[in-house]
């Protein structure tokens, strides 16, 4: 069974200078099934509840190792990205979705614990690359008897290839989700209702 990372929880809010007049149209007709009414509200509940369970998750193997959830999240993300190339806290912050100085917090604690080393960026300098340390890449290691066990119970649900169908789904949901906050914050900004005080 192959093995998945579900996205933390996003705090970054999207540039709404790329918002088509399309999306700034009114909902057409063959939409509004889906975006209204009761099955929208329990695609709501159950995102909730599955982003919530994944938090525990993460929490219990950062408990286990002795760091915060949001440590093990970025220290695993880095370790990941390494493989595709060279990764910077911007890189983090992207794939995570999460805000630059959360990042830096993050990685600041996990460079003094010994689990990250930092060093410049020999094409620009006012970049730092991030690497995970032999120490760090020992302590994930450590988790993975249990990860793998978990992830077996975690994943049972579907097969490999409905799990393939799932990632996929997710990440195009991912972005949509972009751009329905973009055109939310563009609607909010443009409105003119008061806000309850």
Known sequence: MPKATAKSRRS????????????RAAPRGDRVAKAAGPELQRLTGCLHSLSSRHHDLIQGYAE????????YMILTTIRHLESRGDVFPVTIAEHLRLTSAGVAK???????????????????RRRTRLTVTPCGCALLDSLAPMQSRVNDV????????????????????????DRALALQSYLVKDSDIVPFK
């Open 106 to 124: 993050a990685i600041q604690h996990l460079t003094e614990l010994g689990l990250v080393e930092k060093a410049g960026d020999l094409g620009d």
């Open 154 to 177: 975690w994943l049972d649900c579907m097969s490999d290839s409905e799990f393939s169908i799932f990632l996929d789904l997710v990440e195009r949901f991912i972005r949509s989700s």
């Open 12 to 23: 970054r809010k999207p540039a709404t200078a790329n918002i088509s007049p399309a999306l």
């Open 64 to 71: 286990r190792v002795g760091i915060a959830g949001m440590q």
